[in-house]
């Protein structure tokens, strides 16, 4: 059972335009969630969180938002630039006990110049 | 650089051969966790160790093991290798080992079994 849900494997933006990267949950008792970025050969690099206390958290060009009531979250770029182009994970902490964090399966990011 | 270290980067054997991957976490951090990407899968958590003892265990095989040493290093250990565990294996540490706590990544092991 996937908990953590990106639906989208592939986003396709011009560069300066918003990308605005997608991800849904299933387990209401999630209280928190973050964001990864991964360049290929490289880990993922923690990108920007929120706590479900909020609905927005800002962090310079990336804003992620969240809908309690419709379990999704959203990652947005504005502008997206060429070096955002990655794969995107959404994680949210476990909850039963054997996993710190599960992941969505990512999403791949490419920003065309 | 995320301040956690990960060697080999690369390591290439054969079916039914053990190998060991080592991480070194970020300075002060106490958990290590590792995890497994394979081919258009996300990642899977396998096993996490505080202050080393294991703390919380995900997707391991029983062919796998690991452990954290005194100075905090930890090792995974493969054995038995079959081609199915060709992957992506990422280390990554936190400070305290509670769920949400943000997580720094290796760069990761990349392992071919032939």
């Known amino acids: 059972d996937q908990q953590v849900k990106q639906n989208s494997p592939s986003l396709s933006v011009q560069e300066g335009r918003i990308s605005i990267l997608n991800c849904d949950y299933t387990?209401?008792?999630?209280?928190?969630f973050l964001w990864y970025k991964k360049y290929p050969a490289e880990g993922p690099t923690f990108l920007i969180s929120i706590s479900s206390i909020k609905d927005k958290n800002e962090d310079g060009r990336f804003t992620v938002f969240l809908n309690k009531s419709a379990k999704h979250l959203s990652l947005h770029i504005v502008p997206s630039q060429p070096g955002d182009s990655a794969v995107y994970f959404c994680?949210?902490?476990?909850?039963?006990?054997?996993?710190?964090?599960?992941f969505g399966k990512g999403t791949r990011l490419s920003v065309i110049a | 650089d995320s301040g956690v270290t990960q060697t080999p980067k690369h390591l290439i054997t054969a079916t039914g051969q053990r190998v060991t991957l080592r991480c070194s976490p970020r300075?002060?951090?106490?958990?290590v966790y590792w995890y497994q990407q394979s081919l258009d899968q996300g990642l899977q958590f396998l096993i996490q160790y505080y202050n080393g003892e294991e703390r919380a265990k995900g997707n391991i095989l029983e062919r796998f093991s690991a452990q954290q040493f005194p100075d905090l290093h930890s090792e995974l250990n493969l054995s038995s290798l079959e081609l199915g565990d060709s992957a992506l294996y990422f280390c990554?540490?936190?400070?305290?080992?509670?769920?949400?706590?943000?997580?720094?990544f290796g760069p990761g092991t990349r392992l071919l079994v032939l």
């Open positions: 300075s002060g951090d106490l958990s």
């Open positions: 994680a949210a902490p476990g909850l039963s006990g054997n996993t710190p964090l599960v």
């Open positions: 387990n209401s008792m999630f209280d928190y």
């Open positions: 990554a540490s936190s400070v305290q080992p509670g769920e949400g706590e943000t997580q720094y």
